[in-house]
């Protein structure tokens, strides 16, 4: 086990650490652009620490392409500064001085980790690494050999090495982990026999079976909410989130304070009950109709882009055509003048190929021109179908959520005619005996109870105009980023493949250059 030495300085890795540790493991050519000026460590993906004195783990934020790491014999302490290496795929940290597991919650991509000789005494914060196959923990303080059960959760894992550590002394100590985790291949550097894996389950069944029926629990459960989100998450890509039933309706009552009081009043729970009925229909008729919005919208937008595909397939093909007959014609050429070199022929061929090549330019700018072209009516003809779509959902979600205020306002005005019976009653003494004491208080004065109503009837129409223009909103938000998107993606296109003409032109004139012969200098 890594024990720190006293007669060598901790080491931190610092920029100069970082740099000599990339030339080493950057391929030769590479290495040597390295030396020569400070390489973008974002093309990095394999780097090595290994005896290196290393005491903390920081400064490797930059690398977050990285897939594999290696800090094994150093005096490291602490897993941290991992944070931001969510792309890590291989991690060594054996032969170090860790005590604790943790740190690891953003490396989901994790698939191979090696913890071998380290202090840890326990197996715990490895939620987030279910896609980790191999596990390498030997050689610790690991003593408590139900504390294996906790990697029961790591379902991809197939080999684990536990070697070397205090519990592997127990009686069945193999027998306990094989039956506690059955999808296990290799333990310890042995292959699992499938009679050792039924012997296994036949001497733990009591305890496993508990554990099998409480995870299938779990799993139900959470398939259950898992459900339910990517149902949330459909309804909010369709804008129609929560108006499937009462939601907005109740929203409405909440927090209505001394108003809610009215509702013992005389008829006004069947006011209330018509009232929700009529509101929960319109919010129905909203959803129905966003969700077959949302429909048309996706086919629409995926009618598109199978369109732009088409268009660049043919264009692929076509540009292709034009580079093998220029290539087979090219490629004769070469050949001739390799023999040649030098001569009227040779010069003559050459201009030949200035010439064809110059040609392949045209043939090529032009028909991309005309791709270009061809997209951008198709642009401009998704744009139109785009705001025609919002235009027209909009207009309709404008026209429902009016409804719902016109609901709100009639009820409104029902409300305050029977409240207007109430006052006139109070007026005259002619209340019932059992009227609530509350809404005997709450009449005494005419203008409290109006404004009490009108208040709430304001914080109401406050909630419905909420949430008709977070609808209107992200309508216009959709409406706009989806034709920007495409905008783009084509503007990125047209210049990705001018920067490539260019390229493979200069490419073909260099080649054409290569095959003259430099006349000797006097």
Known sequence: MSQFNNSIEPNIIDDEMLQKAIEEKCPEDLG????????????????????????????????????????????????????????????????NNIEVIEGLDTLVKLQDLSLYNNRISKIEHMDTLQELQIFSIGKNNLTILEDVIYLRRLKSLQTLNLSGNPFCSEEHYRLFVVAHLPSLVYLDFKLVRNST??????????????????????????????????????????????????????????????????????????????????????????????????????????????????????????SKRIISDFESRNQRRLDE??????????????????????????????????????????????????????????????????????????????????????????DHYELEEDFPDDLRKLFKKKNTVVNIINVSHSIRLRKIDKRESDMLSNTYQWQKSVTEKAFQIENDRNRACIEKIMCFINTLQKELDSTVILEPTE
């Open 32 to 95: 040597d652009i390295a030396r020569q000026e400070s390489i973008n460590v974002k093309v990095v993906t394999e780097i090595q620490f290994s005896f290196k004195n290393i005491l903390q783990i920081n400064n490797l934020w930059p690398l977050e392409n990285l897939t594999k790491l290696q800090l094994d014999n150093n005096v490291i302490e602490k897993i941290e500064g991992l944070e931001s290496l969510v792309h890590l795929v291989w991690l060594d940290l054996s032969f």
């Open 197 to 318: 894996r039924k012997a296994a389950a036949l001497k733990y069944e009591d305890l496993t079976k508990p554990l099998e029926q409480e995870e299938a629990q779990v799993l139900a459960l959470q398939e259950a909410e898992d459900a339910k989100q990517k149902e949330l998450e459909y309804h909010q890509a369709a804008f129609v989130e929560y108006l499937n039933g009462s939601f907005l309706f109740d929203s409405l009552h909440e927090e209505e304070g001394e108003a809610a009081k009215l509702a013992s009043l005389p008829g006004v729970e069947d006011l209330l009950q018509a009232y929700e009925k009529g509101f929960v229909l319109l919010c129905e008729n909203l959803y129905n109709y966003g969700l077959e919005e949302y429909e048309k919208r996706e086919a629409e937008v995926s009618k598109f882009y199978k369109r732009v595909h088409e268009i660049l397939a043919v264009n692929q093909q076509e």
């Open 337 to 426: 003048l390799y023999q040649e070199r030098s001569g009227e022929i040779a010069e003559s061929k050459r201009a030949q190929g200035k010439e064809d090549i110059h040609q392949l330019w045209d043939a090529l700018m032009t028909l991309e021109a005309l791709v270009s072209s061809d997209l951008e009516e198709l642009l401009q003809d998704f744009k139109r179908s785009i705001d025609a779509i919002a235009s027209a959902f909009t207009e309709n979600i404008q026209g429902m959520f009016s409804q719902c205020r016109d609901l709100e306002n009639q009820h409104l005005e029902k409300l305050m005619d029977i409240v207007k019976d109430t006052l006139k009653k109070v």
